[in-house]
Structure formats: C-alpha cells, structure tokens
C-alpha cells in the first residue's frame, strides 16, 4: 500500500514510520511518499527516517517529492499534517491575539480561527485534488485546528475524510491508569468537537469506573486533568474535559501565563525546531539522535504556561509520548485489513450528538472496518457543554463561510462570536492585524 504524508518535512512524521516500521503484517504500508513544499526540510526527515529504518527487514520504502499532484496520484492513504504558514505564522497568530488580550493558541480561540482561515482554502484544494487524483484513498486528516479542518474537507470528500487527534487518547489512558484498569479493554465515552470535549464514562466489563474516580479526592488530584482542573471542579463537572478545555475554563490565567512567558509557543517551537533543521544540513550529524534530543523537549513542555498558571507541574514521564501515530496506525489497519476496532475520532456527525446536524463534524467514539468510520450514537451533554459546543460549533460554521467567500465582514463575525473574543471591537482589529501579518490572509475582501 503507498502512504503519502502531507506536510511530509514536518518535524513529527517519524513517529508515524515508526510506527508503520512495527507492522509486520499482510496489506501494510510499503512505500510511503513525502510531500513538501521546503525541500531541505524534507532531506531532513528523510535522512531521521533512514536511520530509523536501519536493520529493519522490509522498511517501507521513503520517497520524496515537492509536487503535490505526483504524491496523490495511486495513493491508497493520505495523512494529511500540513502548517500553512509555518511556525513563523503561529508565532504571529499568538503574538496579534495576546496584543489585544485574547487567546492566540493554534486551535482555540482568535489562533484558531486565523490557523483556520488560512488553513481551510489550502486544505479544500487538497481534497478536490484526492478525489481526482485518488479517488479511492482515505484521507486521514491531522491539521490542525482539525474539525473544522476535517469538515471542510469532508465537503469534497464525504467520510473519506477521518480527523485524528491525540487528546482524547491519551486523556482515556491517564483515566485508565490511575484506576488500575487497561486501557485496551476499556470504552471511554468521550464527546465533543476536537480539543472541546469530556470523558463522562470508563467502562471496563461493561461498569463505569468514572464514579470510582470522582468520588476519590486523591486519586482524582494524582493526574495532569486533575492538577490541571483542580479536584472540585471535576468533581462539579462529574466530567474528565480534554486539557485543552483549561483555555476556556480558566481563560483569564491562561492569557496572563502566555503574557508573561518569556516566548510563546509558538515561537519556541519555531526557534526549536530551526535548530534541528539548521543541524540537519551537517551530512554528518546524527540525524536520528538529534530528532530524538528534540522531541524530548518538545513534549517535556507541552502547556508549560497551563500547567505553570494551575500549579500542577510537570508533566509525567508516560505522557510524553505522543500517541496520534498510533491512532492513525490503527485507523488505516481496520481500514485496509476490515479489522474492526473503536476510535474517538473526528467524522460526520450522522445522528450521533443530538444537538448538532449531521454534516458537523465531531469527536466521538466511532466503529471503525473496512467501509471507514461510524460514529456511535451517544447521550445528550448537559446544558453548559452543549451551549459551548453549539457555540464554537457555529463559530467554525462562519470561518467556513469566510473562506468560501472571502469575505472580510464574516471573518470579523468568526471572531466576534467566538466566546473567548466577545467582543465586536476587538474581532475588527484581530481582523486587521492578522491580514496585515498574513500574506495568506489577502483573499479576505
């Protein structure tokens, strides 16, 4: 099967052929295709992926490739892991929001939505080109703010098109652990939009563990959601929220964290990563030690400024090891092998959430076989996560609106309704800013 990674000089593609490396089974991936549009970051990556590949028996073959058309064409999966714009436009994205005191992070808030607006024209081109080019592939997606990323594309493509995110993952086997259970033998009832959703159950053997943890103060402060939220929030929820919820819950201390940082995220991860790239062009480096050196320290502080606001430390030694490569993995083995599995995944909501359509695209449990992902049915949330939900929701419905028109009016309007904007004045100058920083943004009219 030929895998093409888009996005492919992007600086976590080794994790997903590490991943394929472990495969030993009929129907895996045998070649994979790199595509970039930076050249020199996709020698990068090709010189981590060699070294990885190094004494492994039948290591799917790399190639790389600059023209987009070529890598598409006969593709069987397409992982989707593009940045428009690159490092330097999500440092831009946080440093216009936090001039106006307001959240810049890549996915939530004023950061999202300009991530999205100059994400969403790039992405839709994307899609029309696989149902060209490829019309049988499956398109897993992980850009970036990935609903509404997914939804755009899912326009083109139908549920050809499945969004992947790590959260909920990781979210579900920090519950698991610290209830003694295994996380492979138990079903996490998750519910939300990408980086907006809640664990409301862990069922092993068809009982809820959740209550368990809810009713224990110290097992429920001994976890990152724990510290993060703090215990009696939690326990006021009855609910796990994904840690990217703290951005909501806790708006005002996160945007003071990010303001007295010294960088932002952003602009760590630009200055970061530089370095690995800028060390790549030594032939003799190590390329595979150099990547492992970073990665480290990419994950060691991941949400410092979170997690430095709520006082809940550092992060644990098990959470630092990603694990959306790991989904994608397993969604594109119950694809391609009907080895039928369940993933929370980001799909077509097809009836599954009741407060929303079924064209939104949202992140619940799915069955997932041969003919893609089904999204299972699940209970209503309760009113304060359904008004957010169908807020944010209605949020992403305008920023996909702007990018279809190009109109400038409706992306003020984006930010404007965004409930961590609220504010008519503050949307026209992000608007402005953001158009001023954004060669990508000229389209808005």
Known sequence: MKLTILGGGGFRVPLVYGALLGD???????????????????????????EQAVGVPDAPEVTTTTDLDEALRGADFVF?????????????????ALAEGVLGQETVGA???????????????????????????????????AGLVTEAMSRHLGG????????????????????????????????????LGWVRGLRVAGRDELPRLLADPGLLGSFEEGRLFGVDWLRSLGAIPNEYLHYYYFNREAVRAYQRAEKTRGAFLRDQQAQFYEEMRDPDAAALAAWDR???????????????????????????????????LALMRAIARDERTTLILNVRNNGALSALDSEAVVEVPCLVDAN????????????????????????????????????RATAVKAFALHPLVDSVTVARRLVEGYTAVHPGLAYLE
């Open 24 to 50: 030993r089974a009929e129907g895996r991936v045998t070649r994979v295709v790199l595509h970039d549009l930076d050249a020199g970051r996709l020698h990068a990556v090709a010189r981590v992926l060699a």
């Open 80 to 96: 989707s892991a593009i940045r428009v714009g690159g490092l330097e436009g999500r440092a831009a994205d946080e440093r216009v």
């Open 294 to 328: 970073t990665r480290a320290e990419r994950e060691a502080t991941y949400m410092a400024e979170n997690r430095e606001a709520a006082g809940a430390g550092e992060r644990e030694a098990d959470d630092l090891s990603g694990g959306y490569e790991k989904v994608a």
């Open 372 to 407: 893609g992902a089904h999204p299972v049915a699940v209970a209503p949330l309760p009113g304060h996560a359904t008004g957010l939900v169908c807020s944010v929701k209605a949020v992403e419905r305008e920023v996909l609106a702007a990018a279809a028109s190009g109109s």
């Open 160 to 195: 050809r098109v499945i969004g992947i995110c790590d959260s909920p993952v990781g979210l579900g086997r920090r519950i698991a652990r610290v209830l003694g259970a295994d996380p492979r033998e138990a079903f996490i009832d998750y519910v939300g939009l990408n980086h």
């Open 111 to 145: 950061g999202g939505i300009a991530y999205g607006l100059r994400t969403v024209p790039v992405a839709v081109d994307i899609a029309r080109r696989v149902a060209r080019l490829a019309p049988d592939a499956w398109v897993i997606n992980f850009t970036n703010p």
